[in-house]
């Protein structure tokens, strides 16, 4: 868990940090064919770290109501929180290295 808060605070440190040199629009949106619909507006890019947020609390308040009866299935829980959480730190900082 500790992994998973230290990257989303440095994912936000970076945000803010490189937010001079952004464009307005960056490629967010990778699913989507290539061109205009893969841009979104600079401030979306909060979007990663702020799911990462949203997915704690829902551990944590899981593992509260479940952490006796069910300890196998809050560790892996846990690993895909830190995993989902590398796997967005990684998104992140691909964006900021293509765009700056």
């Given at each position: 868990m500790k992994i998973t808060i230290i990257l989303t605070?440095?994912?936000v440190v970076l945000i803010v940090w490189r937010?001079?040199?952004l464009p307005?629009?960056?490629?967010?949106?990778y699913a989507r064919s290539w061109g205009e619909e893969r841009l979104a507006p600079r401030a979306l890019l909060?979007?990663?770290?702020?799911?990462?947020?949203?997915?704690i609390g829902v551990?944590?308040?899981t593992s509260k109501h479940l952490a006796k009866t069910y300890s196998f299935f809050i560790q892996l829980m846990y690993v895909a929180t830190a995993l989902t959480s590398i796997l967005?730190?990684?998104?992140?900082?691909k964006i900021l290295f293509l765009v700056t």
């Open positions: 605070i440095l994912s937010w001079g040199l307005p629009y960056v490629p967010l949106w909060f979007l990663l770290p702020l799911g990462n947020i949203i997915w551990v944590i308040l967005s730190s990684i998104t992140l900082l």
